[in-house]
């Protein structure tokens, strides 16, 4: 007799989609998902006490980044999105095959790194891709092995950028003092492949720089951020699986956290999601 009493009040709860990044950056992902999705709710949580992830070793991005998870559960999350691509690259599989199993199977956890993997050769005809990314995903070396499985015949040449983080966070992206580390990357990477045609900016970080960089590309090279690519993955993977989307909650609410300072995080914040961000604090 209780039963469908308690199935009611599951329905009224809840269950937003949550995403996630060490910092600001994947409010830039957010920002195209909430654009192609809109009548759902969002948690977006910033582990801004910890960042930056991508000097970490494995071992803590993988911890951190469970902890966090396991945070989204605890707000009624059935779907996570890992809108970090350090996370993505040192976390995801452990979480998806280890963890989720014992945390609770009917649960998903997502990445950003694959949705750009399956399309980016799409877009190259001389079939030579760059990626410009965080030492942490250049060493992990996710990008050339999850392309490789879609496109075999592509050949990725990767580009470590350690200050276009710093700059980004510091409000220096759109600074002269940008011109040199962006033009300094661009040149490297290029060096390495001298057909490259199709650039991936491989951080959530990077579409800031974006008008910055496109100054110092040479002219017919596609440029690629990662929020439109994973906004239309995510819309077809909804539509693929209705028992992950007939779990979510509509209602357009969107919660901004982070585990630092709310204040400054919502100042901040707003630049990356392009309208005013008021957010809060919370503990792990």
């Not at 911890?63 to 998870?69: G, N």
């Not at 559960?73 to 890992?82: A, D, K, N, R, S």
């Not at 970080?205 to 590309?217: A, F, G, V």
């Not at 819309?235 to 204040?263: M, Q």
Request: net charge negative; glycine share 8%.
């Amino acid at each position: 007799m209780n039963h469908p009493k308690a199935i009611q009040v599951n329905l009224r709860a809840k269950t937003p989609i949550g995403i996630f990044d060490s910092g600001y950056g994947g409010l830039t992902v957010m920002k195209e998902i909430v654009k192609a999705l809109p009548g759902f709710d969002y948690i977006y949580l910033g582990d801004n006490a910890r960042a930056p992830y991508g000097t970490r070793s494995f071992e803590t991005v993988y911890r951190y980044t469970l902890e966090c998870v396991e945070w989204f559960f605890e707000q009624g999350c059935p779907l996570v999105i890992l809108a970090c691509n350090t996370a993505s690259a040192k976390a995801l599989r452990s979480i998806q095959q280890n963890d989720l199993p014992l945390m609770d199977p009917g649960n998903r956890v997502l990445g950003v790194i694959r949705p750009t993997a399956e399309v980016i050769g799409n877009y190259s005809k001389t079939r030579q891709v760059g990626i410009m990314a965080t030492n942490g995903t250049v060493a992990s070396q996710s990008y050339p092995i999850e392309i490789k499985k879609f496109f075999p015949d592509l050949d990725v040449y990767q580009e470590a950028c350690p200050m276009w983080v710093p700059l980004v966070e510091n409000n220096e992206y759109d600074k002269p003092g940008a011109d040199y580390f962006i033009n300094q990357h661009i040149f490297q990477l290029l060096e390495k492949g001298s057909k490259i045609d199709t650039i991936l900016l491989a951080c959530t970080h990077y579409p800031l720089l974006i008008n910055k960089i496109r100054q110092y590309l040479p002219l017919g090279i596609e440029l690629l951020s990662q929020g439109e690519i994973v906004a239309r993955s995510l819309v077809d993977y909804l539509e693929r699986h209705p028992e992950i989307t007939g779990r979510l909650s509509l209602g357009g609410h969107k919660r901004f956290c982070t585990t630092d300072d709310a204040a400054g995080f919502g100042q901040s914040a707003s630049i990356f999601f392009g309208e005013a961000v008021i957010a809060e604090k919370v503990n792990l």
